[in-house]
C-alpha cells in the first residue's frame, strides 16, 4: 500500500504514458495534508477568457492555475485581434501580466492542447479544466468563387498585419482600387480602416514590418462595405464608425435612398443604437461644413456602406484565375426588430474588384473528441459554463457563448465561468484529494518531446520585440515566426 503514496516529485516513476488513477492516495500520506487544500486547475487559452477566468478562480486563497497556450507568447487576440491603431485597446495586457505574475499562476505557452496533450491527460492532472481556447477559424460564405486566389477571411487578414504565425503567409494581393468587405461589423470596419489609413499613420504601430510594407505599395482607393440587411442592423459601433468617417485622405459614399423613413423608426430603439443611427443618418443625408467638404474634396481614397445586398457568388476575371467581383442579390426587410430578415427581391447586382474580404464571424472548432461540442452553433453545450454531462469540465470566452462581444463581455462572462468553478469547489462536487497538476503534464510533454514557454520566457521575448521596435520609433517589432522564437530562447 506504501508504494502507493506518490510524491509531487516522483512523478517521472509513473509510466509517462498513464498519470495514477485518481483517488488512489492512501490517507496516512501526511506530506499532501497542505496539498488536500490546493485545488489544481488549468485553463486551456491565454487571450482575455483564460486570463479573466484565471483572475477569477486566483481569489480561492490556496487554487494554483496552470494557463495553457498553443502559441509561444500569450494573450490571444488582444495581441493577434486588435487593430495595431488601437493600443489603449491593449493595455488589458498589464493587469493580465499581473495575473501571470502571482505566485500561484502559471503560463505555459507552445502547448498544444488536443496534440501535444489531450484533455483527459488534463483532467486527470487536474481538479478542474476550463476551456478558453476562443474561436480561431472563420465562418465560410458558402458561395461559388470563395476558393478563388483574391478572396480571403478578414480573420486570415487580421493575423496578416497583426503578426499571427499561421497567416504570414497570405501576401494578400493589393494591386487593385477596389476591395469588398461581406460584413458590417467591428472587424470589417477595421480591416477597411487599415487599407485605408495612410501608411504613414501606422509607422509608430506594432503593425508587423512585412504588412506595412505591402500597405505601402497598395493600390486600393476604394472599400465597400457590404451587408444583407440596413442601415439599423449593422453589427459595427459608434467608436469605430466615427473613426471611419474622420479617417484622413478618405471620405464616406453614402446612399440617401438607403435612410428614408429611418428618421421616424429611430425614436423606439436602444439609445446606443439610436446614436449609432444619427451619425449613420447625418453622415448619408448632411451636407458637410466648409472644412469638412474641403477634406473630402481632397481625399484620394473612399469607403462606402452597401446596404440590403447579400453575397451570391464570387465572379471569376476572364481567365478565371483569380477574383474579378462579386454577384450580390438585391434584398428587402421582413420582420420586425431582432427578427427582421433579408429576403431576396429577386433583383441582381455586381460589383467589381480585385480583392474580396469575408467578415462574416469567427467560428471555434472543437478541441479535442472526448469534449462536447455544438458544431451548428461552434461552441461547447454548456450551463452557465459548467460543460453539460462532464463533471469537472467548465468554459468561457467565446467558445462559450459565440464570437461576440468585447473584451468587457469576455470579463463578465469569465468571471462568472469562475465563479461556478469555485461554487461547485466548495460543494464537494470536484474530485477530492490531492492532484499533481503540471508535474504530470510536464513529464508527458517531455517524453512528446514538447518544450514550454514560461511567462519569463515570454518576458524575453517581449524585451526582444520592444528593442527591435526602437530603432524605427514603433512600440514593438513582433517577432512572426515561432521557430525563431524558441530559437532566442535556447530551446
Given at each position: 500500500?506504501?508504494s502507493?503514496?506518490?510524491?509531487?516529485?516522483?512523478?517521472?516513476?509513473?509510466?509517462?504514458?498513464?498519470?495514477?488513477?485518481a483517488?488512489?492516495?492512501?490517507?496516512?500520506?501526511?506530506?499532501?495534508s497542505?496539498?488536500?487544500?490546493t485545488?489544481?486547475?488549468?485553463?486551456?487559452?491565454?487571450?482575455?477568457?483564460?486570463?479573466?477566468?484565471?483572475?477569477h478562480?486566483?481569489?480561492?486563497?490556496?487554487?494554483?492555475?496552470?494557463?495553457?497556450?498553443?502559441?509561444?507568447?500569450?494573450?490571444g487576440?488582444v495581441?493577434?485581434?486588435?487593430?495595431?491603431?488601437?493600443?489603449?485597446?491593449?493595455?488589458?495586457?498589464?493587469?493580465?501580466?499581473?495575473?501571470?505574475?502571482?505566485?500561484?499562476?502559471?503560463?505555459?505557452?507552445?502547448?498544444?492542447?488536443?496534440r501535444?496533450?489531450?484533455?483527459?491527460?488534463?483532467?486527470?492532472?487536474?481538479?478542474a479544466?476550463?476551456?478558453?481556447?476562443?474561436?480561431?477559424?472563420?465562418?465560410?460564405?458558402?458561395?461559388?468563387?470563395?476558393?478563388?486566389?483574391?478572396?480571403?477571411?478578414?480573420?486570415?487578414?487580421?493575423?496578416?498585419?497583426?503578426?499571427?504565425p499561421?497567416?504570414?503567409?497570405?501576401?494578400?494581393?493589393?494591386?487593385?482600387?477596389?476591395?469588398?468587405?461581406?460584413?458590417?461589423g467591428?472587424?470589417?470596419?477595421?480591416?477597411?480602416?487599415?487599407?485605408?489609413?495612410?501608411?504613414?499613420?501606422?509607422?509608430?504601430?506594432?503593425?508587423?514590418?512585412?504588412?506595412?510594407?505591402?500597405?505601402?505599395?497598395?493600390?486600393v482607393k476604394?472599400?465597400?462595405?457590404?451587408?444583407?440587411?440596413?442601415?439599423?442592423?449593422?453589427?459595427?459601433?459608434?467608436?469605430e464608425?466615427?473613426?471611419?468617417?474622420?479617417?484622413?485622405?478618405?471620405?464616406?459614399?453614402?446612399?440617401?435612398?438607403?435612410?428614408?423613413?429611418?428618421?421616424?423608426?429611430?425614436?423606439?430603439?436602444?439609445?446606443?443604437?439610436?446614436?449609432?443611427?444619427?451619425?449613420?443618418?447625418?453622415?448619408?443625408?448632411?451636407?458637410?461644413g466648409?472644412?469638412?467638404?474641403?477634406?473630402?474634396?481632397?481625399?484620394?481614397?473612399?469607403?462606402?456602406?452597401?446596404?440590403?445586398?447579400?453575397?451570391?457568388?464570387?465572379?471569376?476575371?476572364?481567365?478565371?484565375?483569380?477574383?474579378?467581383?462579386?454577384?450580390?442579390?438585391?434584398?428587402?426587410?421582413?420582420?420586425?426588430?431582432?427578427?427582421?430578415?433579408?429576403?431576396?427581391?429577386?433583383?441582381?447586382?455586381?460589383?467589381?474588384?480585385?480583392?474580396?474580404?469575408?467578415?462574416i464571424?469567427?467560428?471555434?472548432?472543437p478541441v479535442?473528441?472526448?469534449?462536447?461540442?455544438?458544431?451548428?452553433?461552434?461552441?461547447?453545450?454548456?450551463?452557465?459554463?459548467?460543460v453539460?454531462?462532464?463533471?469537472?469540465?467548465?468554459?468561457?470566452?467565446?467558445?462559450?457563448?459565440?464570437?461576440?462581444g468585447?473584451?468587457?463581455?469576455?470579463?463578465?462572462?469569465?468571471?462568472?465561468t469562475?465563479?461556478?468553478?469555485?461554487?461547485?469547489?466548495?460543494a464537494?462536487?470536484?474530485p477530492?484529494?490531492?492532484?499533481?497538476?503540471?508535474?504530470?503534464?510536464?513529464?508527458?510533454?517531455?517524453?512528446?518531446?514538447?518544450?514550454?514557454?514560461?511567462?519569463?520566457?515570454?518576458?524575453?521575448?517581449?524585451?526582444?520585440?520592444?528593442?527591435?521596435?526602437?530603432?524605427?520609433?514603433?512600440?514593438?517589432?513582433?517577432?512572426?515566426?515561432?521557430?525563431?522564437?524558441?530559437?532566442?530562447l535556447?530551446?
Open positions: 500500500m506504501a502507493r503514496c506518490w510524491r509531487w516529485w516522483g512523478w517521472s516513476a509513473w509510466p509517462r504514458t498513464r498519470l495514477p488513477p483517488g488512489s492516495t492512501p490517507s496516512f500520506c501526511h506530506h499532501f497542505t496539498q488536500e487544500k485545488p489544481q486547475i488549468c485553463v486551456v487559452g491565454s487571450g482575455p477568457a483564460g486570463f479573466y477566468t484565471a483572475q478562480l486566483l481569489k480561492h486563497p490556496q487554487a494554483h492555475v496552470d494557463i495553457y497556450e498553443k502559441q509561444p507568447v500569450p494573450f487576440l495581441r493577434f485581434g486588435v487593430a495595431p491603431d488601437h493600443p489603449e485597446v491593449k493595455n488589458v495586457i498589464n493587469t493580465f501580466t499581473q495575473t501571470a505574475h502571482s505566485g500561484r499562476c502559471a503560463f505555459w505557452g507552445n502547448v498544444e492542447v488536443g501535444d496533450v489531450t484533455v483527459p491527460e488534463l483532467q486527470e492532472a487536474y481538479h479544466v476550463v476551456l478558453s481556447y476562443g474561436a480561431e477559424d472563420h465562418r465560410a460564405l458558402e458561395i461559388p468563387g470563395e476558393e478563388l486566389p483574391g478572396v480571403c477571411s478578414a480573420r486570415a487578414f487580421v493575423g496578416w498585419y497583426n503578426g499571427l499561421e497567416n504570414q503567409e497570405l501576401e494578400p494581393d493589393l494591386s487593385c482600387d477596389t476591395a469588398v468587405i461581406l460584413g458590417q467591428n472587424v470589417a470596419l477595421d480591416v477597411a480602416r487599415i487599407l485605408l489609413t495612410p501608411p504613414e499613420h501606422l509607422e509608430r504601430t506594432d503593425i508587423t514590418k512585412a504588412a506595412l510594407g505591402v500597405l505601402r505599395q497598395s493600390r476604394t472599400v465597400w462595405l457590404v451587408g444583407r440587411r440596413g442601415p439599423l442592423q449593422v453589427a459595427f459601433t459608434i467608436k464608425l466615427r473613426e471611419m468617417i474622420q479617417l484622413p485622405g478618405a471620405r464616406p459614399i453614402l446612399d440617401p435612398v438607403d435612410f428614408l423613413g429611418l428618421q421616424d423608426k429611430i425614436k423606439e430603439v436602444p439609445r446606443p443604437r439610436k446614436r449609432l443611427t444619427e451619425l449613420l443618418l447625418r453622415t448619408a443625408t448632411e451636407k458637410p466648409p472644412a469638412e467638404a474641403a477634406r473630402q474634396a481632397s481625399a484620394s481614397r473612399a469607403w462606402g456602406l452597401r446596404f440590403f445586398r447579400s453575397p451570391q457568388q464570387v465572379l471569376p476575371s476572364p481567365d478565371g484565375r483569380r477574383a474579378a467581383g462579386v454577384r450580390l442579390a438585391v434584398t428587402r426587410l421582413e420582420g420586425v426588430d431582432e427578427a427582421t430578415r433579408a429576403v431576396p427581391t429577386g433583383d441582381m447586382e455586381d460589383l467589381p474588384c480585385g480583392l474580396v474580404l469575408s467578415s464571424g469567427y467560428k471555434s472548432r479535442d473528441p472526448s469534449v462536447p461540442f455544438d458544431s451548428k452553433l461552434g461552441v461547447i453545450p454548456n450551463v452557465e459554463g459548467r453539460m454531462d462532464v463533471p469537472g469540465l467548465y468554459c468561457s470566452g467565446w467558445v462559450k457563448r459565440g464570437p461576440t468585447v473584451i468587457a463581455t469576455t470579463m463578465t462572462d469569465s468571471f462568472l469562475g465563479q461556478m468553478l469555485l461554487q461547485d469547489l466548495k464537494g462536487l470536484l477530492s484529494g490531492p492532484r499533481p497538476g503540471y508535474a504530470a503534464i510536464q513529464a508527458l510533454l517531455s517524453s512528446r518531446g514538447v518544450r514550454p514557454v514560461s511567462f519569463s520566457d515570454w518576458e524575453k521575448l517581449d524585451a526582444e520585440e520592444v528593442a527591435r521596435g526602437q530603432g524605427t520609433g514603433k512600440p514593438r517589432e513582433k517577432l512572426v515566426d515561432p521557430q525563431e522564437m524558441l530559437r532566442l535556447g530551446h
